[in-house]
Structures are given as structure tokens and as C-alpha cells.
DNA sequence: CTAAATAATTGATATTTGTCAATTAATAAT
DNA sequence: ATTATTAATTGACAAATATCAATTATTTAG
């Protein structure tokens, strides 16, 4: 079993608003786009925004000083910056940037804790978001630590298809540098065991083109080994 | 510098209760005391429970299906369990247990909600302890991927001495198996490492008491290899 | 369309880390 | 106090992974 659970769309939260509370967040709303690679949230500057892509696949990663880890690939309609509400650091904690064409609304952090403020149901909606992320890297946590390299890179196929595209064939808008940034191994270690699944007819590859052949397998070998 | 940041205490948010909230928590509350090495919180079942740990010190780790990881050492007045608030999955994410003597409030977590559901500073205030844990995690995750073994044990070290005893010389609930777990590495390598460090004069040990001698080395050690 | 730049791949090698076994030290039980 | 049990330590070795260098493929810029 992968240790990648399913995202959660954001969406719903706005529901949960009065008409007056989402005028607060409309009045003090930009709307963007960005184009790929561009910068949507840079870690260590003023976290003054909440950020909810409204369209696009995007990024998160944490800046090391000698490395990056990619944290997860975001989808549609999900808010950014979350984790950085009521902390004593008034920075991001990490770098999102769009891996496609994304069209973001940008909310004044100052308004949308004034909404936080007047609705609990809101507020209680947020704290499902930041949890479900919690829970997310619990499990990330437990499956660097304790996978070696093959598990980590079936895991992370796995993760893709399952919970990113949603189907067996599917293509990725990562170089190989970033699918080993997000299974935190070297790049070149990463090449080799993808080449390896492929000899194994495990996954069929094809540049970024990724198919599934035998999810069984990959999913014995992201269990163990 | 320590990728370990500084716990915070979660006494506070009692005081942003009304009497009548109080009231409610006190009316669903349990008062127990555990015994060192008794489990306080298991991961895998239900989480009815929000815990308030008043006295003693725990370590919180999650149980894969061959290795342990100390997540972090936990002490007095802090809340378990807030990060199963409002998820899709019912049961706690971790393990709890006592490295000490404690002294516990289970809150039951439908009387907790109905608080948060009524309080909404509370709420936000639960929102900041979720979003620190979320800050330390991260850390947490970039130091795992990127420090090498040296790296991984300094840190740990800067850490308990920095965060959890806030002095120079301290006496570790932990075995060297705990350490190792807290590490992410084997117990082996923990051992040799500190004794390593033991012969370069950065710390003195004498079983499980600690001494930093060189705390700058450390942290140079901590930053990188 | 071609050269230049960048990304992907492969091989060889070194380093790091874990594992296993043996020994010693410390703690608990009688 | 003595034995039994568990924890800590050490050494030898194997396995895993990263690094470096070279090569090939792909993409981009003019």
C-alpha cells in the first residue's frame, strides 16, 4: 500500500461563508496567472498572502542548503500558505512554483484571518486542511525513513498515478532532477531504478510519459524493497 | 544552526475560554496519571480523546512496519492529538508514551469540538499550535533528506539540550535505541557517532547523561556533515 | 535548420550506512 | 550477593547510495 493518501480539494470552504465574509475576501482578492516555473510563494519571504490556485498543477518544496525536497504536487483548488497562519515566523516555510499555467486568487492574509475570526465553521474547515496535510507527512516522514531507494521510487509512482493524474498512463511535468527531489534520492540513483522497473515490465517510460503495467508489484516493492 | 525549533506551550488557550466552555471541558474530562514507558496515546485507534498532558515528559513517534521514528519529545502542558481534529481518518497518526511519570486531562474530543465549534480565538489558537508542529515537521523533514549521519546526531543533541532541557547538561529519558529512532539512524551508527564526538571533546557522556563541551563544533557539524 | 545548451543516461568508483556477531556493562530478579 | 536479563559497545563486513566523469539525447536559440 502506498504511503501517499489523496489530496483534498479546497473548494468547500467558501460554502461555508456569508455573503458579507466573502465580500471581505473578494475586496482584498488579486487574481493572477503564472506561467510555468514561475514563483508562486517563495520560502523565507513575509507571508503576507493566502494563496488558492483556482487552476494548474503546482509544486511545494523546501530550499536546504544543499538540497530541495519536493513536499507534494498540489492540483486545482487548493489553498497555499495555510501553515503559515498564527505562527511566530512571519516567512513561508517552503517555495511553490507552477509546473503548468496556473490562475491563482491571491487574499490578503490580514482579511482572510478576519473572516478565520468571524467564522468558526470556516476556521474549523481550515484546520480539517492543515491536518489532512499533517496526516500527508506523517506518512512522507515514515516512508523516507524507512524505505530504501526502489521502495521510494514505486511509492512515488505510485503516488502519482493514484492521488496526482488518477489513471495508469499519465505525464509528468517534472525532469528526472525533480522526480528525485521528490523521492529524495539522487538523481542518477533514481534514473537507474526507473530503468530498472522498466526492464522488470513493471512501468513502461517513454521521456515523461509514465505507464503502469504492473501496479501489484510496484506496490509490493513500495511495501518493502 | 539546529533545524530544531522551540516547542511552545499550550496552557494559554484555556484562558480564551468563556466559564460555560470551561465547563463543558470539565464536565468531559478524565484526570490519569501513567507510569514511565505506559502509552498514552496509540496509533491506530479511534482518537476520541484530546489529550492535555499537565506534567511529564513523552515522546510521540509513529510505528512503520519495520522501523520506529521519534517524531518529537513532548513536554508539560501541551495538547496530543489535535492533529486528528477533523480528518477523514478517525485514528490517531502516532504513539504516545510516557518517558516519565505524567500526568494527564482527556478531554473528550465531541466535547472539545463543541468548544472549538463556539470559540473561535480558541479555534485560531489551535490553528497556531497545528501550524508550529506543521513549521517543526518540516525542518524536521529537510533535515532527514539532506544531513548525513554526523549531521543527523549533532542536530539531535542541539536539540534536546536547546528545546526540550534548555541547558548544557542533561540526563536523557532515552535509550540508545530511542536516540536511534529520534536519529532516523541505526543504533550502531548513533553510538559510534557520539563516541566519535565523545573523543573530539565536543560532548562527554557518562551513560545517559549528556554534556556539550564544544556547542559552535556542533553546530558546525549540524549544518553540514 | 544547425549550433549551443541543457537534460538524461550509463559506468566506474568511493563513501556512507546498516547488519550481524561477539563482547562488555548495567540493571533487574531471586 | 549472585545470576539472569537486557542494554550498550565494538569490530568486521556487506549492502546501499552518492558522486564523478563521460556519453548520448533532447530542447532551445538564433
Redesign the interface.
Known amino acids: 500500500m502506498s504511503n501517499c493518501i489523496k489530496d ?1 480539494t479546497h473548494n468547500e470552504a467558501f460554502g461555508l461563508l456569508t455573503k458579507s465574509e466573502l465580500s471581505i475576501l473578494e475586496n482584498n482578492k488579486t487574481s493572477l496567472k503564472y506561467d510555468k516555473s514561475e514563483v508562486l510563494i517563495k520560502q523565507g519571504t513575509l507571508s503576507n498572502s493566502i494563496v488558492f490556485v483556482k487552476k494548474g498543477i503546482s509544486k511545494i518544496y ?1 530550499e ?4 530541495k ?1 519536493i ?1 507534494t504536487i498540489k492540483r486545482d483548488n487548493n489553498f497555499l500558505g ?8 512571519k516567512t513561508y ?2 517555495t511553490v512554483s507552477a509546473l503548468e499555467k496556473c490562475k491563482v486568487d491571491l487574499y490578503d492574509k490580514m482579511a482572510f ?1 478576519e473572516v ?6 470556516f ?6 486542511y ?6 500527508r ?2 506518512k ?3 516512508c ?3 524505505k530504501n531507494s526502489r521502495g521510494k521510487v514505486a511509492d512515488m509512482i505510485l503516488c502519482l498515478s493514484n492521488h496526482i493524474f488518477g489513471c495508469l498512463e499519465f505525464t509528468i511535468p517534472l525532469s528526472r532532477q525533480e522526480l528525485a527531489d521528490f523521492a ?1 534520492l539522487s538523481m542518477e540513483n533514481t534514473i537507474r531504478i526507473l530503468k530498472e522497473f522498466e526492464a522488470d515490465k513493471l512501468i513502461k517510460l517513454k521521456g515523461k510519459n509514465f505507464k503502469i503495467k504492473n501496479k501489484a508489484v510496484l506496490e509490493r516493492i513500495s ?2 524493497g
Open positions: 483534498i523546501i536546504g542548503a544543499q538540497k525536497i513536499l495555510l501553515s503559515s497562519l498564527y505562527t511566530e515566523d516555510q517552503y484571518k478565520l475570526q468571524q467564522n468558526v465553521a476556521s474549523n474547515e481550515i484546520i480539517k492543515i491536518n489532512h496535510n499533517t496526516t507527512f506523517y512522507r516522514l515514515l523516507i525513513t524507512e529524495g511495501e518493502f
